[in-house]
């Protein structure tokens, strides 16, 4: 992506489709106004010019308890397992 102002290595970015669909995705390398995101859910449908990006300034959390323990999880931090 370029003309991002400020992007953080690990920040989080919301991404929102033509059509409504909404995706995740995070920064996994900035240069100047420049950054690569990966997209969690996949590519499929994105447009460069109908396509809206949102840098969150966050990085992606997770709670952490004794209820995790032992549950898989998917890279936005959502139980796969059950």
Same mark, same amino acid.
């Given at each position: 992506?370029?003309?991002v102002?400020?992007?953080?290595f @690990?920040e989080?970015?919301?991404i929102s489709?033509?059509?409504?669909?909404?995706?995740?995705g995070q920064v996994?390398?900035?240069?100047?106004?420049k950054a690569?995101?990966?997209?969690?859910?996949?590519?499929r @449908?994105?447009?460069?010019?109908?396509?809206?990006? *949102?840098?969150?300034?966050?990085v992606?959390?997770?709670?952490?308890? *004794?209820?995790?323990?032992?549950?898989?999880f998917?890279g936005?931090?959502?139980?796969?397992?059950?």
């Open positions: 992506m370029r003309n102002k400020f992007p953080v @690990g989080i970015v919301r489709l033509k059509d409504g669909t909404k995706r995740m996994l390398e900035t240069c100047g106004e690569v995101v990966q997209v969690y859910e996949g590519t @449908g994105i447009d460069v010019k109908n396509t809206v990006c *949102e840098f969150t300034g966050d992606l959390r997770m709670p952490v308890s *004794e209820d995790i323990l032992g549950r898989t998917n936005t931090g959502k139980p796969i397992d059950k």
